[in-house]
């Protein structure tokens, strides 16, 4: 564990990048505070609210597993485990800023604008899921493993271009960075020092390949040596931790200091997505246990309890509000006008080629 | 003597029956073993793969020939295809084709290219299994149904199974085969079963099947579509109709006379492809048999596939964008001028 002083803590950060491979943690798992110089400086409300939205993200997950499980979400990729890693690293973002998520970044985007109900319609497959509003600053989840990482170039590049002060963040998982696209994307970021924070949230697990027989790179963090870009490994089951790093990175992307990688060391409980893995073919109980033990809830909430910031009395409002609005959220997707064949075809060009419109007059008349 | 096995198990036998005969048979892929390096889990089954088709193949081949690779098409894929030339026969699973993107230099211009530009020294014997298809809720970039592309290439064979029978003889001769092959597997076909004869056994690669008889038509279909074809085929056996069903098996090289000699005999034809329409193999046999076989015809070539969109999420909507029976139906009728087909469609 390294231990950071004050004023100058992005010279040293950036000293020590991935190289020497250590974790920066500021909880320890019971909530004490083990590196008080990087204690952010975050307000009581500030800090009431990470907590409210990592346990808003726990209890929408585990509604999410349920509906998916009756059939009524398409595709879900449970967060459980990395809600530090989530909520900690999108804190410390502007509105201005834009996310290109994975299919796992859902609370990301969320606490960054997407209405929820959305959220929902993209599980669904509705095209309105994918129709982000003008002033939400997102991409919907990238599937195909490591693209984004390309795209966050592109999108810090075009931000550089035309002068405006923002980052483009990205996430990926640890199996991501096998991935030519990831190398090729943070070595374009590096090589045009371009406005770029690249996430990668290292639970352990591309699908069922522990990351160990994925690389034998020391940390995910020393692939961004290559890069010439600085790289970090964080506790990713410290929200303060995170929140920290992450600040401090995309405040230094913003005033024009280049692109950086984040390694967060994570978990996720659940399994890879809802599509059918078993994670008890590939792990063992005790393992999990362990990492339960590190839980990001767990953690904040003693070390917030301690500060006299949070009771059982608000854990149960937030588990109340949660569930209220997940409800509404689903009465508002279960609500939203069904899709028809012409609709898909008409979102296919500005305007229609001959043959699109012939097959949209067939679906029409079909349809009648 | 003929069991019973579902596609996905008949293609498990033909990995493990390959992979018994020559040690030089490896699996390569993504999760294809399943639960590495989990001390209590290396006896048991693992998960073999996102479809459980591999399962239980590391359990009797064991780590080192059953590689459970990183997230890296353009990797494994690639390596694939180079351990080939060095003569060892990779079997790579290419999780969905969709994922082609990722690697497509390695397939286009490596793998398919070698041997000619060695001239005709160079040997790949490489088999890629891939995953497509539309009506299994994937989304537009896990449903996309590629064999056109591949087709496209002149140095790779292009292999659609649509039985558990087919598949098994089909992939047996794709990995004894000296050259590249992609060996397309339908996903929503793997839990269908069918009769499967036992033991070692391989099915040419460019050769059709016919897989119903029939006098007033040909339906040329493709992967799934054959039973679409089939299933059309009935009922059109109740109006007094005898519709021929061919199944290429595989796209390249093309069986192009088992279909003209089908067309002679029936002067009529519609080609069944659940492929985007444009450039696709159902145009290609088209354009095919109207250039070989035009004085057979007694009627205008039909081609029935998906629009040229992609493949949308939403349940209902996809289920639209399959070819069905009905459309068949449909088709069929405007073919023959019987307004009643459309009836019973």
Not at chain 1, 31 to 58: A, H, I, Q, W, Y
Not at chain 2, 78 to 93: C, I, K, N, Q
Not at chain 2, 213 to 223: M, P, Q, W, Y
Request: glycine residues 8%; hydrophobic residues 40%; contains cysteine.
């Amino acid at each position: 564990m390294i231990i950071l002083r004050g004023e100058s803590m992005s010279k040293q950060l950036h000293e020590i990048r991935a190289v020497k491979g250590e974790t920066i943690q500021i909880l320890d798992p019971d909530g004490n505070v083990v590196s008080k110089e990087l204690e952010p400086n975050l307000s009581d409300d500030e800090l009431r609210e990470l907590m409210r939205r990592m346990v808003f993200t726990r209890v929408w997950d585990q509604r999410a597993i349920s509906l998916s499980r009756q059939g009524r979400l398409g595709f879900y990729a449970p967060v459980s485990g990395q809600e530090a890693s989530m909520i900690g690293s999108q804190f410390a973002l502007k509105k201005e800023d834009f996310i290109l998520p994975s299919y796992r970044d859902i609370p990301q985007i969320v606490w960054h604008g997407l209405p929820l109900y959305q959220a929902f319609l993209y599980s669904r497959g509705h095209q309105h899921g994918g129709q982000i509003p003008e002033d939400v600053n997102v991409l919907m989840p990238q599937i195909i493993i490591g693209a984004q990482i390309i795209q966050t170039a592109g999108v810090a590049l075009g931000f550089k271009k035309k002068g405006e002060k923002r980052v483009a963040v990205t996430y990926i998982g640890d199996g991501g960075t096998s991935q030519g696209d990831f190398y090729e994307g943070i070595n374009f970021a590096g090589a045009y020092q371009v406005p770029a924070v690249f996430v990668v949230q290292n639970n352990r697990y591309a699908i069922s390949v522990p990351v160990e027989l994925q690389t034998r790179a020391e940390t995910l963090a020393h692939k961004a040596v290559a890069a010439g870009i600085p790289g970090y490994q964080v506790d990713g089951m410290d929200v303060l931790a995170v929140y920290t790093v992450m600040k401090e990175v995309v405040e230094r992307a913003r005033a024009g200091q280049g692109p950086a990688l984040l390694e967060c060391l994570t978990y996720r409980y659940g399994p890879h997505t809802m599509s059918g893995d078993d994670p008890t073919r590939y792990r063992t109980n005790e393992e999990l246990s362990e990492w339960e033990k590190n839980d990001p809830l767990i953690r904040f909430r003693k070390y917030l309890e301690a500060k006299g910031l949070w009771s059982e009395e608000d854990e149960n409002k937030v588990i109340e509000e949660t569930k209220e609005k997940v409800n509404e959220a689903i009465k508002q997707a279960d609500q939203t006008e069904k899709m028809t064949v012409p609709q898909l075809i008409d979102s296919m060009f500005e305007t229609l080629p001959a043959h699109l419109e012939e097959q949209k007059a067939e679906f029409e008349k079909a349809g009648e | 003597m003929q069991r019973t096995l579902t596609f996905s198990q008949a293609i498990n036998e033909a990995l493990c029956l390959a992979m018994r005969k020559d040690e030089k048979v490896i699996l390569m892929g993504e999760d294809v073993a399943g639960g590495a390096q989990v001390d209590h889990l290396q006896d048991e089954e693992a998960w073999g793969g996102v479809m459980g088709v591999t399962k239980g193949l590391v359990q009797e081949f064991g780590r080192e020939r059953v590689l459970d690779t990183p997230i890296s098409e353009a990797g494994f894929i690639g390596a694939a295809a180079a351990a080939a030339s060095t003569g060892l026969r990779p079997v790579a699973e290419l999780m969905f084709n969709d994922f082609i993107g990722s690697c497509l230099d390695q397939v286009m211009n490596q793998a398919a290219k070698l041997r000619y530009m060695f001239g005709g020294k160079a040997k790949v014997p490489l088999t890629i299994r891939t995953m497509f298809g539309a009506g299994f809720r994937a989304a537009a970039q896990h449903s996309q149904t590629l064999y056109a592309i591949f087709t496209h290439m002149p140095g790779i064979k292009v292999v659609v199974p649509s039985t558990p029978a087919d598949a098994k003889g089909l992939l047996l001769a794709s990995i004894a085969d000296d050259d590249p092959v992609i060996f397309f597997e339908d996903k929503t076909l793997y839990s269908k079963s069918g009769e499967v004869p036992e033991g070692e056994y391989t099915i040419p690669l460019g050769k059709a099947d016919i897989k119903r008889a029939g006098s007033d038509l040909t339906i040329v279909a493709i992967g799934k579509m054959v039973h679409t074809a089939l299933e059309a085929a009935d009922q059109l056996a109740q109006k007094g109709i005898e519709a021929e069903v061919v199944d290429p098996r595989t796209l390249s090289p093309l069986d192009e006379e088992t279909i003209l000699a089908s067309v002679a005999k029936t002067n009529r034809l519609i080609v069944i492809d659940e492929a985007n329409p444009r450039c696709s193999v159902a145009r290609d046999i088209a354009a095919m048999v109207a250039d070989k076989g035009f004085d057979t015809l007694d009627a205008p070539i039909k081609t029935i596939t998906a629009p040229h969109t992609p493949v949308p999420f939403s349940p209902a909507l996809e289920d639209l964008y399959l070819p069905n029976a009905s459309r068949v139906l449909e088709v069929v009728s405007e073919l023959i001028g019987d307004e009643s087909l459309k009836a019973i469609s």
